[in-house]
């Protein structure tokens, strides 16, 4: 079973440039890196050499005693059993286990263009960190984000998926696919983006697998934290990572030190946070001070909330069993809807280049989340049931006039007066159903 990545497009579009750089693919660990690069490499390229710097230490004297692409790339082709050229995709897994390697990338694109070249690693975002001799300007990045509901929708429920694409205005869905649309999703919740815990339920129909290979997901994500540097700093990310699920239950979301540790204060957790997010493991939005453009300028730094990479590894943390399933609405209400709120920033980051923020107006309303999108700032409200009763989007509406409003929501497709409404399960076609408004 492979699942089909909409990023796909991208590595097309990079492979027939006519000036391309090597190529860095962000992500954390178990999103679907290595799968993808290899399928690119199989299916779009005469060979494939794939160098594990991981699996295979060893190759690192090669980039430690040299940094020309020619020789390289001889000794490589040796390695590989046959010659390596412009019709193959040279790929570097693991690359942050070799820094020498991550350097050499500077080399190939000076000297080498025509070759191929595509790297990623688990822990690339640190590496890129902390390494000061890298090759800036001489490589192009693209992220790849755990399984999207419409990618595992694809695999699962290839019928329902065919339906969302031939979508082409803003109307209700009927019942006879809203309602299968949305028992996939609530699948799909417990299942998270993680494609090998995806594969395990579509393949088995089994959630006692699912929670298992959640939970050992989790436990191999918590020994990379003893791969920091500063060993005092390993406790404080645990720390850390651990009151996710107690600062997503609470209602107003705010990251707050107090969860992490008594006394926690935040000069002594900034590194711990910082190691979680170059790693891809969470995601902080930031407080907007103001919906102006560009949102970025705006950020108030003290102020964010932290969110999980992933909402099954979020439930995995939140010790809850996936016999929810079961329990009509409560997967969709539990911990005050943290599970959605958390999915739909899962879904808006590859949508919107300027990340989300999100905006409060002292203790009268809180917008859960803002995005930049054609140079105008839209304000975003998820409901975690169809009571969508809420007087937030209303200060918001009062205070700033945007032409348009998003709620998230169990209710069906809609616009009225401004007010979009997108049921959960659409929420990847954000940006494309902005695009029927005209």
């Known amino acids: 079973m492979r699942f089909q990545r909409t990023i796909e497009s991208q590595l097309l579009a990079w492979k027939n440039k006519p000036q391309r750089k090597p190529l860095l693919l962000h992500g954390a660990r178990q999103v679907g890196k290595t799968a993808l690069m290899k399928w690119f490499g199989q299916t779009h390229f005469a060979d494939l050499a794939y160098f594990n710097f991981d699996e295979q230490p060893a190759l690192a004297q090669l980039f430690e005693q040299s940094k020309s692409p020619v020789q390289l790339i001889g000794q490589l082709a040796l390695l590989h059993g046959r010659a390596i050229g412009p019709q193959t ?84 869905l009927p019942e006879v696919f809203f309602n299968p649309l949305k028992a996939a999703f609530k699948t799909y919740l417990l299942c998270g983006g993680l494609p090998a815990v995806a594969t395990a ?14 939970a050992d997901l989790v436990r191999a994500y918590e020994f990379d934290f003893a791969k920091h540097p500063v060993s005092s700093d390993v406790a404080k990310i645990r720390y850390v990572w651990d009151s996710l699920p107690a600062q ?61 990479f992933d909402v099954g590894v979020l439930r995995s943390l939140s010790k809850l069993e996936a016999s929810t399933l079961t329990e009509g609405n409560r997967f969709f209400t539990e911990f005050k809807g943290a599970f959605l709120e958390n999915y739909i920033l899962q879904s808006l980051l590859p949508q919107f280049e300027n990340g989300p923020r999100y905006w409060t107006s002292g203790n009268l309303a809180e917008v859960d989340f803002l995005v930049q999108h054609q140079n105008r700032i839209l304000p975003i409200e998820v409901k975690a049931e169809d009571n969508v009763k809420g007087k937030s989007l209303q200060v918001y509406q009062q205070k700033f006039q945007p032409d348009v409003r998003i709620r998230f929501s169990m209710r069906n497709l809609q616009l009225h007066d401004g007010l979009l409404n997108i049921p959960h399960f659409l929420a990847d076609h954000t940006t494309r159903l902005l695009g029927m408004l005209g």
């Open 201 to 214: 339920y579509l393949q088995n129909n089994d959630l006692a697998e699912v929670d298992r290979l959640l």
């Open 248 to 308: 997503l239950a609470r209602e107003n979301k705010k990251f707050v030190y107090q969860l992490v540790k008594t006394g926690a204060r935040a000069r002594e957790y900034e590194d711990a946070l910082l190691w979680l997010q170059k790693a891809g493991l969470v995601y902080r939005i930031h407080q907007s001070e103001t919906p102006k453009l560009p949102l970025s300028a705006y950020d108030q730094l003290q102020a964010f909330k932290l969110y999980a």
């Open 89 to 172: 995709l040279l790929v570097f897994d693991e690359i942050q286990a070799c820094l020498p390697a991550l350097g050499s990338l500077k080399y190939f694109e000076e000297n080498m263009p025509q070759q191929p070249l595509v790297a990623a690693g688990s822990l690339l975002g640190v590496s890129l960190a902390k390494d000061h001799t890298f090759p800036v300007g001489k490589t192009e990045f693209l992220n790849l984000y755990p399984l999207s509901f419409d990618e595992f929708l694809q695999q699962a429920q290839p019928l329902l998926h065919q339906y969302l694409q031939q979508l082409q205005r803003i109307e209700r």
